[in-house]
């Protein structure tokens, strides 16, 4: 089984640009979740899909965010226009479970560098 | 908003020694969670406890669930190198999927 898959593994860009990030979840999950860990902190939650519809986003940051999940297989993170605290590594998780179960399968993340 | 509060941050020790780390909340968690993460890697769960109190071991790994639901450790015994990470506690609301992480704690092992 195939497991989470983020696309691109590194992004360097400069501040005011665009960048679309592309997680891949594990085939067959409903669950989408993007959480990002600024460096030397915790990894913070930013929202949860489930299929196409956002269950929860109450942790984007700000309108310069913004996820889909169009159809319900892949999702999108774009961060439009860039800024310097907007440098952290990215990670999306996906699971079958619902509510009280945890332990979702998390990807190997994007490291994004706004200079 | 709920915080983790993870302690130590970061720990150097040697091969072969054991590794206590704990996470305290003033928030009561559903279930409790511990993963580790390798270099250029994301998070893989190594325990998930679900009742207070409840003792759990996955292979050299032991960790806790505290009688409040308000902490849990986690210990490593008889540390090798491959043990070498980031280890993160995790919280988790009774109503919500959504996971509030600790700070994390630095390990380092030396031969």
């Known amino acids: 089984e195939a497991g989470v898959t983020q696309f691109p593994s590194h992004s360097v860009i400069e501040k005011g640009q665009t960048v679309t990030l592309r997680c891949d979840p594990i085939s067959g999950h409903d669950n989408l979740y993007w959480y990002r860990r600024v460096m030397g902190k915790e990894i913070k939650f930013l929202l949860h899909?489930?299929?196409?519809?956002?269950?929860?986003e109450s942790g984007m940051p700000n309108n310069r965010f913004l996820a889909e999940r169009t159809g319900g297989t892949y999702s999108t993170l774009k961060v439009q226009p860039a800024e310097l605290e907007d440098s952290g590594v990215y990670f999306c998780?996906?699971?079958?479970?619902?509510?009280?179960?945890?332990?979702?399968?998390f990807g190997s993340g994007t490291r994004l560098t706004v200079v | 908003g709920q915080q983790l509060n993870q302690s130590p941050q970061s720990m150097f020790i040697q091969e072969g020694e054991d590794v206590s780390m704990n996470c305290t909340s003033s928030s009561i968690f559903n279930t409790w969670l511990w993963y580790k993460q390798d270099p250029g890697e994301g998070p893989v769960l190594l325990i998930a406890?679900?009742?207070?109190?409840e003792l759990t071991s996955n292979g050299r790994l032991t960790a806790q669930f505290g009688i409040t639901r308000k902490d849990s450790f986690l210990n490593i015994s008889a540390s090798i190198p491959s043990d070498v990470g980031i280890y993160f506690c995790?919280?988790?609301?009774?109503?919500?999927?959504?996971?509030?992480f600790g700070t994390g704690t630095r390990l380092q092992v030396f031969p």
């Open positions: 406890l679900y009742k207070a109190g």
């Open positions: 995790a919280g988790q609301l009774s109503n919500t999927d959504k996971l509030i």
């Open positions: 998780a996906s699971s079958l479970a619902g509510t009280g179960l945890g332990g979702y399968t």
């Open positions: 899909f489930v299929k196409e519809s956002k269950q929860d």
